[in-house]
C-alpha cells in the first residue's frame, strides 16, 4: 500500500514528488481553514494545492513520456531516405566490369537503425540485375580522378556501408562513398539513361529503402567529400587504369 505511492514520488523527482505532496499539506490546511470559518485563507490555499498538484503531476506524466519515446526511438520504424548522390561510370576492358562510384547521403526520419545490405539495381529492356556493394580487395584503392592527374584514395573504413554499419539516429544523416561492379559494359546504357539505375539499403527492420537515379547525377567535375585524400599521379599513369591497384 505504502510502496506504489513511494515510487510514484521517486518517479515524478525531486520537484514532481515535492509539489504533490506540497498541495495534499495544502489541501488539508484548506479543510482545517474552512472548518474554522476562515474561507479567504483557505480559497487561497486550495488555489495553491490545485497548481502544485498539477505541477507534480505533469513532471512525474513528463518522465513517463520521455522513457516511452526514448523506448519508441529505439524499437520504432524507421524512416531511411536516400540521395544517390555524384556518380561515376567507367567500364574496365581487363575484367569486363562496369564500375559504378556513388557518393550516396542517407538520412533517417524514424527510429533508430544501421543500414545493411547495399545494392544497386540495373534494369532495361534487355538485362535486369541487381548486385551488392563490392569491398575494396585491399585497406587502400585508387580512384583516378579526370583529367587523369590525381587520384581518390578509397579506403574500406571510409566506405558509406562501413559508416552506416553503426546505428543512425532520428534526423541524423551520414555521407560516403560506395562501389558497384556489374558484368559487362553498360557504362553507354548507364550514361544514356542513369534512371535505369536504383540504389537501396535495408534498416534493421529489413525493409528496403530505394531510389532512382537520374541525369543529374552524373558529374562532369569530380567533387571532393570533406576529409577525402587524394594523391598526385605521374604523366605517365593513364586514366582509370590505376583502380584496381593498391596505393
Known amino acids: 500500500m505504502v510502496r506504489r505511492p513511494v515510487e510514484f514520488i521517486k518517479t515524478a523527482g525531486l520537484f514532481g514528488g515535492g509539489s504533490v505532496t506540497l498541495a495534499i499539506i495544502l489541501f488539508l490546511i484548506t479543510g482545517l481553514e474552512h472548518y474554522w470559518n476562515q474561507n479567504v485563507t483557505a480559497t487561497v490555499f486550495a488555489a495553491l494545492g490545485i497548481i ?7 513532471t512525474a506524466w513528463n518522465k513517463e513520456r520521455d522513457k516511452y519515446e526514448a523506448e519508441v526511438t529505439k524499437t520504432g520504424n524507421p524512416s531511411f531516405v536516400l540521395d544517390p548522390g555524384q556518380m561515376h ?16 547521403t542517407l538520412t533517417n526520419h524514424g527510429a533508430t537503425s544501421a543500414a545493411f545490405s547495399w545494392q544497386i539495381s540495373f534494369n532495361s529492356s534487355m538485362l535486369r540485375i541487381q548486385v551488392p556493394y563490392s569491398s575494396l580487395p585491399d585497406s587502400a584503392m585508387r580512384w583516378i580522378v579526370p583529367p587523369g592527374n590525381r587520384a581518390l584514395v578509397l579506403r574500406n573504413d571510409k566506405m558509406l556501408p562501413f559508416l552506416t554499419a553503426e546505428a543512425v539516429e532520428r534526423g541524423h ?19 544514356a539513361n542513369p534512371a535505369s539505375l536504383y540504389l537501396g539499403c ?28 587524394y594523391v598526385a599521379l605521374g604523366v605517365e599513369s593513364p586514366a582509370r587504369l590505376a583502380f584496381p591497384g593498391s596505393e
Do not use: H
Open 173 to 191: 544523416s551520414k555521407s560516403g562513398r560506395i562501389l558497384f561492379e556489374l558484368p559487362g559494359n553498360l557504362e553507354r546504357d548507364i550514361l
Open 52 to 58: 502544485f498538484f498539477c505541477f507534480g503531476a505533469f
Open 89 to 104: 561510370v567507367w567500364y574496365d576492358i581487363n575484367r569486363g566490369q562496369t564500375m559504378i562510384l556513388l557518393s550516396p
Open 202 to 229: 535495408s534498416n534493421r527492420l529489413n525493409q528496403l529503402t530505394w531510389q532512382g537515379l537520374s541525369q543529374s547525377n552524373i558529374m562532369s567535375e569530380f567533387a571532393a567529400l570533406p576529409g577525402e585524400e
